[in-house]
């Protein structure tokens, strides 16, 4: 199932909307949705081709950026600030889930750091990067990519993904509180499964540990990066005005889920 385009209204004109991890998956179907409708896109990415097609497609501009570097996401959100004006939408999206992050029992020290540095220090980075912008505007929406395992647990463990996941959620909740009365909404995104690179990748490593996941999800299937798109699209625009300071779930039913349907 994907997401029709064909008639979707035009929230975001004249907005200026930075994207990291837009090369793909969630990020590149973001920056198409942003930009149809009427977003100026800042694709950021460390990988520069995937990086440049995204914004050559969303008719944006494109930084190459590494997340975990804080001149260089200082630099992403001041390329925004100097190309077009203003930086009112931040989808801090990038993240890794890594082989080699696994039980508790397997993973590595280097391991949890370095997943915590992309999935959880990045978007502490990115956040204080956007909000200076922000506040000087008086508005602004961030919308941070965290995960349905923030809220559940699960016995196919990724212990430093799950606890970045986790953290991403908690921050987003303080700051959407902090800066609330200066117009700006912070909330954490928590999609289940996606259908894209990164996940085909993990499962077709370990068939099983698919089959496991997918017979959790109520509607029976993983949700395409479309999907989460829209989530996105919605949480940017002045549709989810009050909405703030929490953790969307877009995870087909799973979190609601105690037994699922037979097939």
């Not at 975990?68 to 992403?76: K, R, S």
Request: glycine residues 10%; hydrophobic residues 40%.
């Amino acid at each position: 199932m994907t997401t029709d385009t064909g008639n979707i209204c035009r929230r975001l004109t004249g907005r200026t909307a930075v994207i990291t991890g837009a090369g793909s998956g969630i990020g590149l179907a973001t920056a198409r949705r942003l930009a149809s409708e009427g977003a100026h896109v800042v694709c950021g990415d460390i990988d520069e081709s995937a990086g440049r097609a995204a914004a050559e497609e969303a008719g944006g501009t494109f930084v190459r950026v590494d997340v975990t570097d804080p001149g260089q996401v200082e630099a992403l959100f001041a390329a925004a600030d100097d190309t077009y004006g203003s930086v009112d939408i931040a989808f801090n999206n990038a993240g890794i889930s890594p082989p080699d992050d696994d039980s508790i029992l397997t993973t590595g020290l280097e391991a949890w750091k370095r997943v915590q540095d992309v999935n959880l220090t990045s978007v502490y980075l990115c956040c204080k990067a956007a909000l200076p912008y922000m506040r000087r505007q008086g508005r602004g929406s961030i919308i941070n990519t965290a995960s349905f395992v923030a809220r559940m647990g699960a016995a196919t463990s990724q212990i430093s993904y799950t606890a970045s996941k986790g953290g991403v959620l908690a921050l987003s909740r303080e700051l959407g509180v902090q800066f609330a009365r200066e117009g700006i909404r912070v909330n954490a995104l928590c999609p289940g499964p996606v259908n894209t690179p990164l996940l085909r990748e993990l499962f077709a490593a370990d068939p099983e540990r698919a089959a496991r996941r997918l017979v959790h999800i109520p509607v029976g299937r993983f949700a395409e990066a479309t999907e989460i798109a829209a989530a996105v699209a919605f949480l940017a625009s002045d549709d989810s005005s009050f909405v703030n300071a929490t953790d969307f779930l877009v995870d087909g039913g799973i979190s609601g889920a105690y037994v699922t349907p037979l097939d």
